[in-house]
C-alpha cells in the first residue's frame, strides 16, 4: 500500500532521471508467475514460495 512517504520518493526518484512503477504478478496462462524468480503459482498465490517475493 502505498503512502505518502512513497509518493514523495517516487517524485525524487522521477525528478532524477529514474523510472518507478509498481512491480505485480506477472500472469502466464492460467497460473501467477514472480517477476523476481519466474516461479509459476496459483491464481491464489500472494507470496512467492521459491524467493518469497511479495507484492
Known amino acids: 500500500m502505498a503512502t505518502a512517504n512513497?509518493?514523495?520518493f517516487d517524485e525524487f526518484l522521477m525528478?532524477?532521471?529514474?523510472?518507478?512503477e509498481t512491480v505485480s504478478w506477472q500472469r502466464d496462462y492460467n497460473k501467477k508467475r514472480c517477476p523476481d524468480c519466474g516461479g509459476l503459482h496459483g491464481?491464489?498465490?500472494?507470496?512467492?514460495?521459491?524467493?518469497?517475493w511479495t507484492p
Open 43 to 52: 491464481l491464489d498465490a500472494s507470496t512467492c514460495s521459491v524467493c518469497g
Open 6 to 8: 512513497d509518493d514523495v
Open 15 to 20: 525528478d532524477r532521471g529514474h523510472e518507478t
